[in-house]
């Protein structure tokens, strides 16, 4: 039976990677940068963001990079260009408190870059039980031990959570730590034949669909 529900964010719980390619270009390109094509954006798309925009743009200062972009994120969220989570996702979050499951989010992205996620005034901070991030874990993914620290601490067994994610890093380290995993194919940056081998036991098009799978399970 699950007890624990642990979301990935980027393009799972938010569809972020479209805002992310643009924001991205634009800090870019005040560096003096050419834009990236989408088709380098995509290449490695759920990689941690220091370490893939070296990758996207050869050649800039990752630091740089990151320190203008802490900067610079509360304006791009005052304007609603990155992180919306739909009222329908919101919904479904409230569902699965409802059910008596805990929430927790776990993503690659670092404490400067979830901040605002985890504000007390933001409403997403209200519906979880905890937030991972690269700051405050030992391992990323795909290693699957990067559920260790939340499964201790919500003291489950691996059978008795699932993972909710859209890459193939995602499949691999929750199907490798003995979790349950719905792939989120909403973002369309995957397809099922992706994923073809890697043990999926649910796909749904939309963050609505993953209650048909949890409620049963």
Same mark, same amino acid.
């Given at each position: 039976?699950? /007890?624990?529900?642990?979301?990935? +964010?980027?393009?799972?719980?938010?569809?972020?990677? /479209?805002?992310?390619?643009?924001?991205?270009?634009?800090?870019?390109?005040?560096?003096?940068?050419?834009?990236?094509?989408?088709?380098?954006?995509?290449?490695?798309?759920?990689?941690?963001?220091?370490?893939?925009?070296?990758?996207?743009?050869?050649?800039?200062?990752?630091?740089?990079?990151?320190?203008?972009?802490?900067?610079?994120?509360?304006?791009?969220?005052?304007?609603?260009?990155?992180?919306?989570? $739909?009222?329908?996702?919101?919904?479904?979050?409230?569902?699965? /408190?409802?059910?008596?499951?805990?929430?927790?989010?776990? $993503?690659?992205?670092?404490?400067?870059?979830?901040?605002?996620?985890?504000?007390?005034?933001?409403?997403?901070?209200?519906?979880?039980?905890?937030?991972?991030?690269?700051?405050?874990?030992?391992?990323?993914?795909?290693?699957?031990?990067? +559920?260790?620290?939340?499964?201790?601490?919500?003291?489950?067994?691996?059978?008795?959570?699932?993972?909710?994610?859209?890459?193939?890093?995602?499949?691999?380290?929750?199907?490798?730590?003995?979790?349950? +995993?719905?792939?989120?194919?909403?973002?369309?940056?995957?397809?099922?034949?992706?994923?073809?081998?890697?043990?999926?036991?649910?796909?749904?098009?939309? +963050?609505? /669909?993953?209650?048909?799978?949890?409620?049963?399970?």
């Amino acid at each position: 039976m699950i /007890k624990l529900v642990i979301i990935d +964010f980027d393009d799972t719980l938010s569809l972020t990677e /479209k805002a992310c390619f643009k924001i991205e270009n634009q800090i870019a390109k005040k560096m003096g940068f050419l834009p990236m094509t989408h088709e380098a954006h995509l290449k490695n798309w759920g990689t941690p963001l220091r370490e893939a925009i070296k990758q996207r743009v050869p050649g800039i200062n990752a630091d740089e990079f990151m320190a203008r972009l802490e900067k610079t994120l509360p304006e791009f969220i005052s304007k609603n260009e990155t992180d919306i989570i $739909t009222d329908v996702n919101f919904e479904v979050l409230n569902k699965l /408190k409802g059910l008596g499951l805990k929430l927790a989010i776990l $993503t690659s992205r670092t404490l400067g870059e979830v901040r605002h996620l985890i504000h007390e005034d933001h409403p997403l901070s209200k519906k979880l039980d905890a937030f991972y991030h690269k700051d405050n874990s030992e391992y990323m993914k795909p290693d699957p031990r990067v +559920f260790n620290k939340v499964l201790e601490e919500f003291k489950v067994k691996p059978s008795e959570a699932i993972y909710i994610g859209d890459s193939l890093g995602d499949a691999i380290s929750a199907k490798k730590a003995g979790l349950h +995993f719905i792939a989120l194919m909403e973002s369309k940056i995957k397809t099922r034949d992706d994923f073809k081998g890697l043990g999926v036991d649910f796909f749904a098009d939309n +963050f609505l /669909k993953i209650t048909d799978y949890i409620k049963n399970h």
